[in-house]
């Protein structure tokens, strides 16, 4: 038992804690579906001519995951730190 | 992923996670629809998908099946690169 002093945080219940693990692979999931669907938009040719991926599109594919990867990464951080600049200048 | 749980909380999530997975193919099966058909078809002067509509359908199909599975990897990587960074620097 340890005793941290900060007026004891509630431990999350089971239902809790079973229900975050869940969250976090659904929010991977949203963001592997979403990039599929975008990375098919921007690299795959519609008119299917041919069943097999092409050379160039799945370079395209493999660069359009990385892209996507990383645009998440900076808008992430970059909504953060505008959140917090608005918050702080609007409060109270 | 170490994310400390009971055996029986494991088992639980387990249960949610495979129930999660039906609805993700679910919705990979409707996207996939979607896309085949809004690529594919145009022409309605006949109730029957015609020969091109259907060849063009099947590749459709096969494309969009290798595209997932190659960016699944992808994904995978990219996943696994983020998380050994954000270990990193904490």
Known sequence: MSFLG?????????????????????????????????????????????????????????RCAAKFFEAHQTISEQLQKEGAQRGLGGGM | MDTGLTAAESRELDTRLQKRQVKEFMSVFGNLVDNCFNSCVDDFTSKALSGRESGCISRCVTKSMTTQTRLGERFAELNAAASADMMQKR
């Open chain 1, 6 to 62: 900060f007026g004891g945080r509630p431990q999350p219940s089971s239902a809790e804690k079973v229900a975050a693990v869940e969250n976090e692979l659904k929010v991977v999931a949203e963001m592997h579906s979403r990039m599929v669907k975008v990375c098919t938009a921007k690299c795959v040719d519609r008119t299917y001519r041919e069943a097999d991926l092409a050379k160039g599109e799945a370079v395209c594919l493999d």
